[in-house]
């Protein structure tokens, strides 16, 4: 018999945002480190001096008020906001995600229509954006789009169109 323990998990969803400087990051996981907790992911960005960070982890949910209360701690010696939201989940939904499409879209001049158009066709075929993710910015910015839930010669061929309307190349693997 399967129980709610065996389908569910205790997470807490940690969001970090505020002006990047060094130490931050370090700092987060200083103040992680003493709970029994394991890492599910991880995503950390910064743009124009600005710092996202996101943090999925596994706990006891005994844990989650001290957790909560460094974290607030933390957020005020950082100078940084930090939200932070706890729930069971499935267990299903913690699995690493195989099958991945990486999408990329490169343009000199990169336009919010074509990413509109892109992000529409990945709807359109069931799929969903795992991630974006700048890789270049100059002669061409380019992006990556990870893609869960894709089939790969269909997204190729639905993104063609997308590519030429809007003077971009986007590479599909």
């Not at 130490?23 to 890492?39: D, K, M, N, Q, R």
């Not at 960005?45 to 006891?60: A, F, P, S």
Request: hydrophobic share 45%; no cysteine; proline share 3%.
């Amino acid at each position: 018999m399967r129980t709610s323990a065996d389908a569910e998990q205790y997470t807490g969803l940690i969001l970090l945002s505020g002006v990047d400087k060094p130490g931050i990051t370090a700092s987060l996981f200083e103040v992680l480190s003493p709970f029994s907790i394991t890492i599910v992911d991880i995503e950390q960005v910064v743009i124009k001096d600005r710092l996202i960070l996101t943090v999925l982890i596994t706990l006891n949910p005994a844990h989650e008020d001290a957790i909560a209360a460094d974290l607030e701690t933390a957020a005020a010696s950082l100078d940084v906001d930090i939200a932070s939201l706890f729930s069971y989940a499935d267990k299903s939904m913690l699995n690493i995600k195989t099958n991945l499409v990486r999408i990329s879209l490169s343009s000199v001049k990169l336009l919010p229509k074509a990413i509109e158009e892109l992000a529409e066709v990945i709807h359109q075929n069931g799929a969903n954006i795992e991630s974006v993710t700048r890789l270049a910015s100059n002669p061409l910015t380019t992006i990556e789009f990870v893609i869960s839930g894709a089939k790969k010669d269909a997204l190729s061929h639905a993104l063609t169109p997308i590519a030429s309307s809007n003077g971009a190349e986007i590479t599909v693997q």
